[in-house]
């Protein structure tokens, strides 16, 4: 288990990242090409990102040099998702290039323990290699990632409108309440249970990052080194189309205008929006969510002249269900 440890500090510190992280994108979306787990949610993005590395070429770079550096591991070095990558690709993969070679050397020592990986690796404390590494990252965004830049953007900035809405409400603790089904937050300390290590961060006033990523699946990641900037990488709530027979099942289990408020809750919704979504009226979309909110499967708060419609655990698990079907 993971956990973070919040001074009133760190509540006053902690932010959420303005604009996408290239580089935790670029993390993210190599484990897509690592496992099926949720690989219906980016079928397109994943079909066009095949055909184009293999059109450019750089279909086997990538699988020579990037997959072996960003497994679907329990660690893999923090040099590579540096925290200026905040201000966009140019000034990240400067950093990479800025980190100093004793602490590569150091985390690709650790990442090595953690997975195997090439002999070749161990050469990144070298300035050509890690140059080298640079322009396949840059080529690998401008092919695989550029091209789905917008879509990546709107999902981010839904995902900015839903936090807001919690932080009006609830302050900070209401955001840290309601990122992702896979954390939970318990005053003083935000805990991500199904970590696949052991691990407490103590932010001492240095207050937490929150990275919301488009390509992150299901469970949030963290750097390794406490003593670097303390950050969160956490999935974007999606509200996708269903991959083939899932919206079926859903429907047949809840009806088609349940299922449709269900989804759409994913991202936090008003009664107005749930309304549109479903194509019906105000009062029959009230009548709807009163009814998944009598079965556990979303909650409700109040905003202002709005009512905020949200997943519960509850109602989390029954989407992560029909999504493994």
């Known amino acids: 288990m993971l956990r973070f440890h919040f001074t009133a500090e760190d509540l006053a510190n902690t932010r959420l990242a303005p604009s996408?992280?290239?580089?935790?994108?670029?993390?993210?979306?190599?484990?897509?090409?690592?496992?099926?787990?949720?690989?219906?949610?980016?079928?397109?993005?994943?079909?066009?990102?095949?055909?184009?590395?293999?059109?450019?070429?750089l279909g086997r770079p990538v699988g020579a040099m990037l997959l072996p550096l960003f497994p679907r591991a329990r660690y893999y070095a923090d040099f590579l998702t540096p925290a200026e990558g905040v201000d966009g690709l140019d000034t990240a993969l400067?950093?990479?290039?800025?980190?100093?070679?004793?602490?590569?050397?150091?985390?690709?020592?650790?990442?090595?323990?953690?997975?195997?990986?090439?002999?070749?690796?161990?050469?990144?404390?070298?300035?050509?290699?890690?140059?080298?590494?640079?322009?396949?990252?840059?080529?690998?965004?401008?092919?695989?990632?550029?091209?789905?830049?917008?879509?990546?953007?709107?999902?981010?900035?839904?995902?900015r409108a839903r936090s807001a809405r919690h932080l009006l409400s609830g302050g900070v603790a209401g955001l840290l309440s309601h990122l992702t089904p896979?954390?939970?937050?318990?005053?003083?300390?935000?805990?991500?249970?199904?970590?696949?290590?052991?691990?407490?961060?103590?932010?001492?006033?240095?207050?937490?990052?929150?990275?919301?990523?488009?390509?992150?699946?299901?469970?949030?990641?963290?750097?390794?080194?406490?003593?670097?900037?303390?950050?969160l990488a956490y999935p974007v709530h999606h509200a996708a189309p269903s991959p083939p027979g899932e919206e079926q099942a859903l429907q047949s289990l809840l009806g088609r205008t349940r299922a449709t408020v269900l989804r759409a809750a994913a991202a936090g919704v008003t009664t107005s929006e749930a309304a549109r979504q479903a194509g019906v009226s105000t009062g029959t979309a009230t009548h709807h969510t009163t009814a998944l909110r009598d079965a556990g499967?979303?909650?409700?708060?109040?905003?202002?002249?709005?009512?905020?419609?949200?997943l519960t655990a509850l109602g989390a698990a029954l989407l992560r269900a029909q999504q493994r079907t």
């Open 94 to 159: 400067e950093a990479i290039l800025a980190t100093p070679d004793t602490q590569v050397r150091r985390e690709m020592a650790l990442a090595g323990r953690a997975s195997r990986l090439p002999s070749w690796t161990t050469r990144l404390g070298e300035q050509p290699l890690r140059r080298e590494l640079v322009e396949v990252l840059r080529a690998y965004h401008r092919t695989v990632l550029a091209p789905h830049e917008e879509h990546v953007q709107q999902a981010l900035q839904a995902e």
């Open 182 to 231: 896979a954390v939970r937050w318990r005053h003083p300390v935000l805990e991500v249970p199904g970590y696949p290590t052991e691990s407490d961060v103590h932010l001492n006033g240095r207050g937490l990052l929150l990275i919301p990523t488009y390509f992150c699946w299901n469970l949030p990641v963290a750097l390794a080194d406490p003593g670097l900037p303390p950050v």
């Open 297 to 310: 499967l979303i909650s409700s708060r109040r905003c202002a002249n709005t009512v905020l419609h949200t």
């Open 20 to 57: 996408p992280h290239p580089l935790w994108e670029t993390a993210s979306s190599l484990h897509r090409f690592q496992t099926r787990n949720g690989r219906w949610m980016y079928a397109d993005w994943y079909r066009n990102a095949c055909a184009s590395l293999q059109e450019s070429g």
